[in-house]
């Protein structure tokens, strides 16, 4: 497969998902500056990828977990190494099933669970994490095209509430 990734512009797609119980699903990575770190699931889009597909697929691959698509939450923006753009679209998404069912630990995720959002205050996370439990309960997903209203601009973070 062709990845996105292997140019200078990477497109990348993350997401809360959240169970009937009100619990997000949490991944501990096993690479990168994550290592050791919950963070929501998340990959690359693939060539004629759709992004609502992209975060589908990423989340059913890393868990096992079904899910589909709220809405948008926000857009984190960045370059690396003067060179390349680093783009990744925040989803929200509601599971359909709940029993992780993927094999781990493998070489990218020690483990995956879910979890109350308030309890990740006091776990070790990404950054984004902090920042959605924090501004999650006035977030507003984006559906459209029209504008949700006030942009909340923190660092490389462009969140819509």
């Not at 500056?33 to 992209?54: H, T």
């Not at 995720?109 to 006035?138: H, T």
């Amino acid at each position: 497969m062709i990845y996105l990734r292997k140019s200078k512009v990477w497109l990348g797609v993350s997401g809360i998902v959240t169970n009937q119980r009100g619990e997000w699903l949490v991944l501990k990575k096993q690479y990168s500056g994550l290592k050791g770190k919950w963070s929501f699931p998340a990959g690359f889009v693939e060539a004629g990828e759709a992004i609502d597909d992209a975060i589908i697929r990423e989340v059913k691959e890393e868990t096992g977990i079904d899910c589909d698509v709220e809405g948008i939450l926000g857009v984190r923006s960045g370059v690396i190494k003067n060179d390349i753009s680093d783009n990744m679209i925040i989803f929200k998404l509601k599971a359909t099933s709940e029993d992780i069912s993927t094999h781990l630990p493998n070489d990218e995720i020690e483990c995956a669970k879910w979890v109350d959002k308030q309890s990740l205050l006091n776990m070790e996370c990404s950054p984004m994490i902090y920042e959605f439990v924090r501004y999650m309960p006035g977030f507003k997903p984006l559906q459209n095209t029209t504008s949700p209203g006030k942009v909340f601009n923190y660092t490389k973070y462009h969140l819509y509430y």
